[in-house]
């Protein structure tokens, strides 16, 4: 693999001091981050197989999606203006039934188009539909690696709650779901920190104690992470507590299934004493803003877990549930969001949305030690900002030039494993007409299939 030099760029680095370094370089050799320093420095230490010039520009950690769903980029204006219930009924259901393989290709590559397009190089998808496709697991898997992106991949199942919300195509018995994720494990243990499969039950309220109980004996023995929504809406919320006398985290502590390697997501409908279990297990979160406004969930008690020292992640959520898996929208929606919630400016900055969305969406997917910052020994996974555009004109202060007045335009070269997958805005790792193409007429054969009626038309 050939050494690569980025110069003269501003390194917002997220290092343990948060440094960012003017006229500063970075120096990338087999996939990894060699050195940071100033250019000068460095440009007479290596002479790299080729150079980035980044004068003007922001060199910074690429941005990691804690969460969402690969399946449903094709699915955008399925169903909209709807809460998550009705939602699961207009967009879920359809989507789940009429999509084939191909289809379910064609959405991958559009949701990587996407994101590395808003400068993500790193994604956990969430994928529930893969227990229903387990012929197909090692096309689905070879496709996520040709993307060139960092993939956590979720093998999603549940074994109940038809009657809040779970499809009932994609329910299946117990002993099924505990044999198929053996079975993943068993032919395709052997996963790397390019993707990784983690156990991804599909909400607690879609699952029995036994499944939930199961799926933490199988994650621990395999080494691996959970993902699993929990206290997304009011209504699971009560569903919860009328059920088991305890909303779904608590329930989650009561029955031992709380701890490190879970990824909660979403959520909002969290207490004081959750937030308590949160912290105490060291559960991690991932916070999805645009869709729980979207959903008209509601908004999720994120500063008081920041204040608790809770690992908190960003995330877009499905297209379907967001309307694209723009990050660059979900770094400026989420202080904005907490700003006007809490009628208080301070109550979420632009530096720590900026954590969020680098190294501690890193953490919350359990990979800090390789990526998340830039610095020595990490996995060279950057993106360089065009900061020449008008609407990031002047640059007085990095942070909130990159939250609140960047867009996704400005993201012009992404780097995963020291290797670009796009530059200057132009995808190398795939044809982006293509790609577009493919996920049109994937689109227009679920329609077709399910005969389903577009909202709004
Ligand atoms: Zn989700």
Redesign the pocket.
């Known amino acids: 693999m050939s050494s690569l030099i980025i110069k003269n760029g501003t390194i917002i680095t997220m290092d343990e001091r948060r440094r960012i370094i003017s006229d500063g370089a970075v120096y990338i050799d087999k996939g990894l981050i060699m050195d940071v320093g100033g250019s000068g420095e460095l440009l007479g230490k290596y002479s790299a197989d080729s150079e980035i010039d980044a004068s003007g520009n922001v060199v910074m950690p690429g941005l990691v999606n804690t ?1 969402i ?1 690969l399946f449903q980029s094709i699915g955008k204006g399925l169903g909209t203006d709807v809460n998550l219930l009705n939602w699961f009924k207009t967009v879920w259901t359809p989507l789940v039934q009429g999509l084939s393989i191909r289809d379910y290709i064609a959405s991958i590559k559009l949701a990587v188009l996407s994101s590395i397009k808003s400068g993500v190089t790193t994604v956990a998808g ?1 994928e529930h539909v893969l227990s229903l496709y387990p012929e197909a697991l090692n096309r689905i898997f070879k496709c996520l690696r040709e993307t060139g992106v960092r993939f956590i991949v979720g093998y999603g199942y549940q074994d109940s709650g038809v009657e809040i919300g779970a499809p009932e195509t994609a329910v299946r018995d117990t002993d099924e779901i505990i044999n198929g994720i053996e079975n993943v494990f068993s032919r395709f243990s052997k996963v790397d920190t390019n993707m990784k499969i983690w156990l991804a039950p599909g909400t607690v309220n879609w699952c029995t104690e036994r499944l939930l109980k199961e799926t933490k004996r199988i994650a621990d023995e395999e080494k691996t992470g959970i993902m699993i ?1 929990a206290g997304e809406t009011l209504s699971e919320h009560k569903y919860s507590v009328e059920k088991r006398g305890l909303p779904e985290i608590a329930y989650m502590e009561k029955i031992g299934v709380l701890d490190r390697n879970v990824l909660v ?1 979403h959520a909002v409908w969290t207490d004081e004493r959750e937030i308590e279990y949160l912290w105490k297990r060291g559960a991690k979160v991932s916070h999805n803003p645009i869709s729980n406004m979207y959903l008209s969930s509601g908004v999720a008690p994120i500063p008081e877990m920041l204040d608790k020292n809770i690992t908190v992640g960003l995330a877009t ?2 297209a379907a549930s967001n309307g694209n898996e723009d990050m660059f929208d979900v770094l400026r929606v989420t202080p904005l969001l907490h700003k006007v919630h809490n009628k208080n400016p301070a109550s979420m900055t632009a530096e720590k949305t900026l954590e969020m969305a680098t190294i501690k969406g890193a953490k919350a997917l359990m990979m800090d030690k390789y990526i998340g910052s830039i610095e020595k020994g990490k996995k060279a996974d950057l993106i360089i900002l065009n900061m020449k555009l008008p609407n990031v004109t002047p640059v007085i202060h990095y942070p909130s030039a990159i939250v609140y007045s960047a867009s996704s335009e400005n993201v012009d070269t992404a780097i995963v494993n020291g290797k670009v997958l796009m530059k200057e805005r132009k995808l190398t790792s795939m044809k982006e007409e293509k790609v577009l193409d493919e996920a049109r007429r994937a689109a227009e054969r679920i329609i077709k299939s399910t005969n389903y009626k577009p909202s709004g038309k």
């Open positions: 969460h769903h969430y929504h997501v959520d499905g």
